[in-house]
């Protein structure tokens, strides 16, 4: 899991405004993801200071 969110942080850090982790096992998660509001993984999301 580690170097997932490490890829994560680092897109963030270069500009990308939301980064996804999903579970892979799960049957149309990435669908899940986008078109319900519920969800199927961990967002991260950049924060602007």
Known sequence: MIPKVNC???SLA??????H???GR???AL???IFTDLGI?????????
């Open 8 to 10: 994560c942080v680092r």
């Open 31 to 33: 669908l899940l993801e």
């Open 21 to 23: 982790i999903l579970d």
């Open 26 to 28: 799960v049957p149309h």
């Open 41 to 49: 993984g961990s967002m991260l999301v950049a924060s602007k200071f």
């Open 14 to 19: 270069q500009g990308v405004g939301a980064a």
